[in-house]
């Protein structure tokens, strides 16, 4: 099968299975992979059982173990945030939508909100990622419109994505859930643009951390380039069983 029919079905399978609530094909996949790895990669406690009640059921399973309130509620804005994504994919690719999608992932966390951040907003304090400073609040919007204006100006391959990405984690515009919006536009656009789309692993996370190093340090993609063919290999593998007869 090649990219474009990949696409054309993945496109129908989503459109199709969201419409009807059906959990058990390809889109019920999609979004407890992505909702599961990408939160497990900013420190999320849930396992993939509990992540998949929480998508199937809307509970969590029976257990001994405590939850963390937020992992729960960030959990279900990922869903939510997917499920946005799906329904403007015909939108432009604009800072007014990157804030739509951050606002369904961040709009029902608690502590997010009790800790005055911004929702669906740009940050309105500086943060830090690690040792390294980020955008200037009073910086974000100029920063983030010359990214998009440069993105919207290339031929969009892997390479772009890359560099589009580590860029957008450079600049962090958002007082938390930078990387979860951050990894969503990857996919999002690879549907847009006719590349296979890809879902980043919580077991590749120290890979992905040093390709975001080595573009803050050399501006190089090379990287995480690489992550990103392996992670679409992987990704076209598993979907390969909901189209197969």
């Not at 390809?26 to 497990?40: D, E, I």
């Not at 966390?109 to 390294?132: H, L, Q, S, T, W």
């Amino acid at each position: 099968m090649n990219t474009s029919t990949f696409i054309q079905h993945l496109l129908e399978r989503f459109e199709i299975e969201h419409a009807k609530r059906d959990r058990s094909g390809v889109y019920g996949f999609t979004q407890r992979l992505m909702a599961y790895n990408s939160n497990k990669i900013e420190g999320s406690t849930l396992t993939e059982e509990q992540t998949a009640s929480l998508f199937d059921t809307g509970v969590l399973p029976k257990s001994d173990d405590y939850y963390r309130a937020k992992d729960v509620e960030e959990m279900n804005g990922h869903f939510l945030m997917f499920n946005k994504m799906l329904d403007t994919l015909n939108a432009d690719l604009s800072q007014d939508l990157i804030k739509q999608f951050h606002y369904e992932l961040k709009s029902g966390v608690f502590e997010d909100r009790a800790n005055g951040y911004a929702i669906g907003d740009y940050k309105k304090r500086p943060n830090m990622v690690g040792i390294n400073k980020t955008a200037l609040p009073s910086q974000v919007p100029e920063e983030m419109q010359n990214l998009l204006n440069w993105y919207s100006a290339q031929e969009i391959s892997l390479e772009t994505l890359a560099e589009f990405h580590a860029r957008y984690e450079i600049i962090h515009p958002f007082q938390d859930g930078n990387g979860r919006t951050g990894r969503l536009l990857l996919f999002r656009e690879c549907l847009c643009h006719n590349i296979t789309p890809f879902i980043i692993e919580d077991a590749n996370r120290p890979e992905y951390l040093d390709a975001l190093k080595a573009y803050r340090q050399d501006q190089s993609v090379t990287e995480l380039t690489a992550l990103f063919k392996k992670e679409q290999e992987y990704y076209l593998n598993q979907c390969e069983y909901f189209f197969a007869e």
